[in-house]
Nanobody
Framework: QVQLVESGGGLVQAGDSLRLSCAAS????????MGWFRRAPGKERMFVGA????????YYTDSVKGRFTISRDNTKNTVYLQMNSMKPEDTAVYYC?????????????????WGQGTQVTVSS
């Protein structure tokens, strides 16, 4: 069992930066690929990005490439989402997820564990 707790959400202005954290319980954090997803108001959940177990490989959806960066610290059981040059369309609840599958498959949303989400609001 893995429990995921996101933090770091809040209200920012367009162009600002924000870093989300996702802390995982348990000793097996490094055995999971990790992903970030978001759900905007009235829309379906969508994939944001993923990171491999070692942190050596990352994947991003096109709309955040060059602006968002995923990293992880396996010694702290934590995955991060650094968001720069934020836009109003980035407004959403952000979720982290852990997958026992391959990192490149995280975008399917078929993950084993999910956090409760953290709200990010970007004002124009």
């Amino acid at each position: 069992q893995v429990q995921l707790v996101e933090s770091g959400g809040g209200l920012v202005q367009a162009g600002d930066s924000l870093r989300l954290s996702c802390a995982a319980s348990g000793r097996t954090f490094s055995s999971y690929a990790m992903g970030w997803f978001r759900r905007a108001p009235g829309k379906e959940r969508m994939f944001v990005g993923a990171i491999s177990r070692s942190g050596g490989t990352t994947y991003y959806t096109d709309s955040v490439k060059g602006r968002f960066t995923i990293s992880r610290d396996n010694t702290k059981n934590t995955v991060y989402l650094q968001m720069n040059s934020m836009k109003p369309e980035d407004t959403a609840v952000y979720y982290c997820a852990a997958s026992s599958g391959a990192a490149y498959q995280v975008n399917t949303g078929n993950c084993d564990y999910w956090g409760q989400g953290t709200q990010v609001t970007v004002s124009s």
